[in-house]
């Protein structure tokens, strides 16, 4: 899957604070498509849980996008749309930010994995 990911050329999304999208830019994630449409959402104190979760359902619909990063801060406000994304392409990954640590009790991919594989996961 990797090799056809490269050879298509799919991207990876940010959904963060602003360190968090400027850290990923700078490591050169930043793209934006044929329609002016950029594959990072910067999401500030103003920002709106709506604007979040509609941003989210966009990358989930590009199909240029292979894995969504979202701080773990705002999968929480959209959590209900992120657990009903059941399809493993694009996969969505939660992160911490610099403000917040990363809780796996709350990592819905976490808790789905575990249910399929009962082993103890080393976090």
């Not at 329609?35 to 590009?62: Q, Y």
């Not at 694009?90 to 009790?105: G, M, T």
Request: aromatic content about 6%; glycine content about 4%.
């Amino acid at each position: 899957m990797a090799l056809h990911s490269a050879i298509k050329g799919k991207l990876i999304s940010v959904i963060g604070d602003e360190d968090t999208c400027v850290g990923f830019l700078l490591g050169g994630v930043g793209e934006i498509n044929k329609n002016r449409h950029p594959n990072f959402m910067v999401v500030d104190k103003n920002t709106a849980v709506s604007e979040i979760e509609d941003c989210f359902k966009r990358f989930l619909k590009r199909d240029d996008i292979d894995i969504i990063l979202i701080n773990q801060t705002y999968a929480e406000l959209i959590r209900h749309v992120i657990d009903a994304h059941t399809s493993p392409v694009p996969a969505v990954l939660e992160i911490p930010s610099k403000d917040h640590p990363y809780d796996a009790s709350k990592d819905s991919i976490l808790r789905r994995a575990r249910v399929k594989f009962p082993f103890k996961l080393c976090l």
